[in-house]
T-cell receptor
Framework: DSGVTQTPKHLITATGQRVTLRCSPR?????VYWYQQSLDQGLQFLIQ???????AKGNILERFSAQQFPDLHSELNLSSLELGDSALYFC??????????????FGSGTRLTVV | TQLLEQSPQFLSIQEGENLTVYCNSS?????LQWYRQEPGEGPVLLVT?????EVKKLKRLTFQFGDARKDSSLHITAAQPGDTGLYLC???????????FGGGTRVLVKP
């Protein structure tokens, strides 16, 4: 158990629908990072939150949005889903050493299948 | 955008052989990390290298960070079937602390 919890583990939904993925970072970690992993694109950074505020944005589509709540859990909302959105979605929290980010702890991911 | 290129993309070897995976970029990273990912699971951190020229060893795995902090390599000695997995390198950008991942190297060690 990495300490980063993601739910649900699997999600199957139809095109055009909207889903919400949930992530709870390790206890005490303020940062949450969301990544998308598809077969042909590897791990792509979507968005980062730190203590409730958006800190960095990657290649996140306008149909996707995220937020981090006061209890530090985060949700990634995906709307108007397309077949190409089928992928593994990971969240991670970071830990520090030697004055900078030393590593990420990843959750076990949510596998989204859009049919 | 800082890009990390990994090579090879796929490696199939027999148990007991050695292998090396490379991670290259035209950009400088403040640190570089290596992860291993099993099917259906999230990546797990193996090592972080910070200083140019740094070499770290983790049992049969040796990690090296290039002098200019633009490239890294992972060497596995006497590979075992348990080493099978997807190996990912990732560079830390100074601003925002986000990781940029390479495309990964899929390693298969046959018994």
């Amino acid at each position: 158990d990495s300490g980063v919890t993601q739910t649900p583990k699997h999600l199957i939904t139809a095109t055009g629908q909207r889903v919400t993925l949930r992530c709870s970072p390790r206890s005490g970690d303020l940062s949450v990072y969301w990544y998308q992993q598809s077969l042909d694109q590897g791990l792509q950074f979507l968005i980062q939150y730190y203590n409730g505020e958006e800190r960095a944005k990657g290649n996140i589509l306008e149909r996707f949005s995220a937020q981090q709540f006061p209890d530090l859990h985060s949700e990634l909302n995906l709307s108007s889903l397309e077949l190409g959105d089928s992928a593994l979605y990971f969240c991670a929290s970071s830990f520090y050493g030697q004055g900078s980010v030393y590593g990420y702890t990843f959750g076990s991911g949510t596998r989204l299948t859009v049919v | 955008t800082q890009l990390l290129e990994q090579s090879p993309q796929f490696l199939s070897i027999q148990e007991g052989e050695n292998l090396t995976v490379y991670c290259n970029s035209s950009s400088v990273f403040s640190s570089l990390q290596w992860y291993r990912q099993e099917p259906g699971e999230g990546p797990v951190l193996l090592v972080t290298v910070v200083t140019g020229g740094e070499v770290k060893k983790l049992k049969r795995l040796t990690f090296q960070f290039g002098d200019a902090r633009k490239d890294s390599s992972l060497h596995i000695t006497a590979a075992q079937p348990g080493d099978t997995g997807l190996y990912l390198c990732a560079g830390v950008e100074a601003a925002g602390n986000k990781l940029t991942f390479g495309g990964g190297t899929r390693v298969l060690v046959k018994p």
